[in-house]
């Protein structure tokens, strides 16, 4: 389970700090109060660090990559009909 230290206590018992780490628990360290550093196993920085978590295409990429509609579907998204609109009376007061 991960543990809050704070800076002072974390200086204090390092070798705690890096061994729970070792161990696969995330240890939180604070400075005045306020969250600092997280202390992790190697193994796990590492295993965060090798994700690729950038987009693989940008979004204009992805639109100019769709495929292209067959002759004749134009007319489907051209059909735009007109619908009227009917005033209706209300009462915002009432």
Known sequence: MARAWTLQDAKNRFSAVV???Q???PQHV???GVDAVVVLSAEEYERLTSLDMRPRRSLVEHVLDAPVLPAGFEDVFDDRGVYPSVPRD???FG
């Open 30 to 32: 604070t400075k005045r």
């Open 23 to 25: 161990r696969g628990e």
């Open 19 to 21: 061994e729970a780490a």
């Open 90 to 92: 209300l009462d915002l």
